[in-house]
C-alpha cells in the first residue's frame, strides 16, 4: 500500500485528545488519526481488549526493565491469540 503524508492543522483540545491516546495505547500520532479516519468514514478498526492492553503494557515494562529479554512477535502473537 502506498503512503501519503500530510500536514494537519489541529485545535490544541484535539491535540491533547491525540497526545493522550496516543500514549495510553502506546501508538503513533499517525495511528491514531488513522483510526479517527476510518471510523468516521465507516471501515471497521481493531479495538484491543483489556487483557491485550494489559499484556502490551506488561511487555513494554519488561522491555524497558530487561531491554536484551525481548521475546520474539511469534510467541507473544500466540499467547495472545493461541487459535492462530
Known amino acids: 500500500m502506498a503512503v501519503m ?3 494537519i492543522t489541529l485545535p490544541e483540545e484535539l491535540y491533547a485528545i491525540v497526545e493522550r491516546a496516543r500514549k495510553i ?3 503513533t500520532r499517525s495511528e ?5 479516519l476510518r471510523t468516521h468514514f465507516g471501515e471497521p ?3 484491543p481488549t483489556e ?3 494489559r499484556m502490551l ?8 526493565r ?3 529479554a525481548v521475546r520474539p512477535w511469534e510467541s ?3 499467547e495472545v491469540w493461541p487459535q492462530r
Open 5 to 7: 503524508k500530510v500536514a
Open 25 to 27: 495505547e502506546h501508538r
Open 32 to 36: 491514531v488519526i488513522q483510526e479517527a
Open 45 to 47: 478498526v481493531y479495538r
Open 51 to 53: 487483557e491485550e492492553r
Open 57 to 64: 503494557d506488561e511487555a513494554l515494562a519488561d522491555r524497558r
Open 66 to 68: 530487561e531491554p536484551d
Open 76 to 78: 507473544v502473537r500466540d
